[in-house]
């Protein structure tokens, strides 16, 4: 789809590689009737070790895109759907449509070594009740090191 391939190069020019370096976007739904409160609040990490001797590398980049708003009050930091990092001094992103949010998965000194610090987490969405669900949308993609599309027709990733 041409909006699809638009996002995924202005993605590739925004960290100046080639699109065969950007793992498909994955597009995550976030509901509050569906959220297990022990899996949406959790720190994850998008480096994966196994990938380390794989063609395309490790995962060098992460980018999250707001594909919608939440309804958050002024005061609202953040907590209610959206994106933190406890490790950096609790950096919390409040949803908004488009924005994205860029991070490092590695380290800027050795790219074969784990960033520790960017250990983040999803918020949960709070039901505030009343007739008028909370859902929103967001896209996760990663940059590796070397040609993710290239080691995936080679059936390497």
Partial sequence: DDTYMKIMDRMSSLVDVHVSYVEPMEVIQFNPLKQQSNTMSRLEHNFEVDSLWK??????LSLFIFLSDVNNDDADQGGNGGLGFSYLDWLSIKPKKGMAVLWPN???DDLWQLDPLTK????PLQDKGG??????FGAMSHIRLYNYTDAYLRGCV
């Fill in 131 to 136: 007739d008028d669900i909370n859902v929103h």
């Fill in 120 to 123: 983040f987490e999803y918020f």
């Fill in 106 to 108: 590695v380290r800027s």
């Fill in 55 to 60: 063609p395309a590398g490790p995962r060098v």
